[in-house]
């Protein structure tokens, strides 16, 4: 059942809980702009917006690390995508620390130990080193022979859902030569999600 709800009026296109608080990436098609909201759901029934912030282009995917969050972006007039670093320490205050603005179409991402693993799309797997927020750099790339949809990493492994390419096993205990280890890819099959359990 619903436990609670709260109504966007722009499209939310992903979600990330941390303690008592939400992030919520969307994009609104009337004003073609977007960015994040950050929710209070300390009481679910009755979640607040306590902050926001708009990047000036389409939210997709967000994950927050502390009191950073990193969000994936589309620019909705050249149609090229990015990942902008957000500071939510102050919630009524979130600012933009940095920016990474070579990427095609980022439809997932997750960030472990100063690195953000983006599945993106049709130029496969890209690792872009966040050690400074300020300063986001490109650290290595897998082009995978799908369109890679989504991305989990553990133990220095990256497994990446890549539509009709399945699902690639990718080494990158060196980000900057990650090598493919494994795929799997049924006939007739597309990945699009994939989960690593106790990971």
């Not at 609670?4 to 098609?29: I, K, Q, R």
């Not at 902050?51 to 972006?73: K, M, N, P």
């Not at 500071?87 to 095609?104: E, H, K, N, S, Y």
């Not at 300063?135 to 890679?148: E, F, H, I």
Request: negative net charge.
């Amino acid at each position: 059942f619903i436990a609670g709800a709260y109504p966007l009026s722009e499209g939310a296109h992903s979600v990330e809980v941390h303690g008592n608080h939400a992030c919520v990436a969307y994009y609104s098609h009337g004003t073609k702009l977007g960015g994040i909201h950050l929710l209070d759901i300390s009481d679910p029934e009755h979640p607040v917006k306590v902050g926001f912030f708009e990047t000036g282009d389409s939210g997709l995917g967000v994950q927050t690390v502390g009191s950073i969050a990193y969000l994936t972006f589309i620019n909705p007039y050249t149609f090229l995508g990015g990942m902008h670093v957000l500071d939510i320490a102050d919630p009524a205050a979130i600012r933009r620390l940095g920016t990474f603005d070579v990427l095609q179409d980022p439809q997932a991402i997750m960030v472990q130990a100063g690195l953000a693993y983006i599945a993106d799309q049709y130029e496969g797997l890209k690792i872009i080193d966040i050690s400074d927020p300020a300063n986001p750099v490109l650290a290595g790339v897998y082009d995978t022979p799908g369109a890679a949809r989504d991305v989990a990493v553990s133990g220095g492994l990256a497994y990446v859902a890549d539509a009709d390419g399945g699902l690639q096993v990718i080494d990158v205990s060196d980000p900057g030569a990650p090598v493919l280890l494994d795929q799997i890819a049924p006939a007739g099959s597309s990945m699009s999600g994939v989960a690593l359990s106790g990971a």
